[in-house]
Every structure is written in structure tokens, then in C-alpha cells.
């Protein structure tokens, strides 16, 4: 059974830095409450911890 994230943002990203910005961009998400359901590999869980003050995660089964 394959696992996912379900990655919600819940902070703005306002003074926050670049790279921050692009990770949240690069996990799909743009504004406050934007959802994201995402495959649990490596890369994305590397992309939640660098945004973890930003996002509320939840696992999810398939």
C-alpha cells in the first residue's frame, strides 16, 4: 500500500526567503489553504521539513 502526503499551506509566505518560496511553489502550492496530495519519497518529504513552519502534513493511504 503506497503512502502520500497531503500537504496544506497555512502560512503566508511573506518575508519569508527565496528558497522557501520556490519550495512551496515547487510543491504546487500558492496561496494560504491550498491542498496538495503528494507520492511519500525522499524528495518530498526533504521539500516539507525545508517548509515545515509553513505547512500542516498529514499521511494518507491510497
Do not use: F
Not at 491542498?35 to 511519500?40: F, L, M, Q, S
Not at 515545515?52 to 498529514?58: G, M, Q, R, S
Request: no cysteine.
Amino acid at each position: 500500500m503506497a503512502k502520500n502526503l497531503k500537504v496544506t499551506q497555512i502560512k503566508s509566505v511573506i518575508s519569508e526567503k527565496q528558497n522557501q518560496r520556490d519550495t512551496l511553489r515547487s510543491l504546487g502550492l500558492k496561496r494560504i489553504g491550498d491542498t496538495v496530495v503528494k507520492e511519500d519519497t525522499p524528495v518530498n518529504r526533504g521539500y516539507v521539513k525545508t517548509v515545515a513552519h509553513l505547512v500542516k502534513v498529514e499521511e494518507v493511504s491510497e
